[in-house]
């Protein structure tokens, strides 16, 4: 049983790029997290994701970041026209369940976003 | 807001010790709490979660407990050896919404 999957692990972007990570949650689970570290910094929330739905981007940033979650394939977080502080760590999890019985978050190895 | 404070930042000391890592949070209106490892470089790993109705829970030598009215959790790591270095995360699920709220986390290190 596979764990949630992330690529690229390592990206490297100039400023002004794009970048774009993917994430495939752990299977049976439909609840994607998106989670950023920033270097020497705890993990902040960015957005919550079911199939097809946004369902919290409280923690995104308004401009140049988007997420999503299709119906088919894997959960994308893009980065438009990245600057050095978009530098870091970008964790996603899955879990199978939400609400009141809320089960464990499962952590992907993370993608690694260095911005020249 | 919720806010989440571990301490401490960092903790050294000999391998075989017993040793507590502790937890606070500011919010008891939570689901859960859940316990994560990182290594450097790495994703994270969940080691314990505990229910908000539940008030510990056991894997091994790990053993977390939780306050909710107090807004405390510890996590007991018994015998301590160096293959538990790492950074301790402790996390909680806020209600009403579905994100964990992180505390900065407490890099442990086991002296052989």
């Known amino acids: 049983n596979a764990g949630v999957m992330q690529n690229p692990r390592h990206l490297v972007r100039r400023r002004g790029q794009e970048a774009r990570l993917r994430c495939s949650p752990m299977k049976g689970h439909s609840h994607v997290y998106w989670y950023r570290q920033l270097p020497e910094e705890g993990l902040k929330f960015m957005v919550y994701l079911q199939k097809e739905n946004i369902i919290d981007e409280s923690g995104m940033p308004k401009e140049r970041f988007s997420a999503e979650f299709p119906k088919e394939g894997p959960s994308i977080l893009r980065i438009q026209q990245v600057v050095r502080g978009d530098s870091a760590a970008y964790f996603c999890a899955s879990s199978q369940t939400s609400g009141i019985n809320t089960g464990e978050l499962y952590f992907g190895e993370g993608s690694r976003l260095t911005v020249l | 807001k919720q806010e989440v404070t571990q301490i401490p930042a960092a903790l050294s000391v000999p391998e075989g010790e017993n040793l507590v890592l502790n937890c606070s949070f500011t919010?008891?209106?939570?689901?859960?709490l859940q316990w994560f490892r990182q290594d450097p470089g790495k994703g994270l790993t969940s080691l314990l979660l505990?229910?908000?109705?539940?008030r510990e829970q056991t894997s091994g030598r790990l053993n977390a407990s939780l306050d909710k009215s107090s807004g405390r959790s510890t996590l007991y790591i018994a015998a301590s050896q160096p293959g538990d270095s790492a950074t301790y995360l402790c996390?909680?699920?806020?209600?009403?919404?579905?994100?964990?709220?992180f505390g900065q986390g407490t890099r442990l290190t086991i002296n052989p």
């Open positions: 505990i229910q908000s109705s539940q």
């Open positions: 919010d008891s209106a939570i689901y859960n």
């Open positions: 996390a909680v699920r806020v209600q009403g919404a579905q994100k964990l709220v």
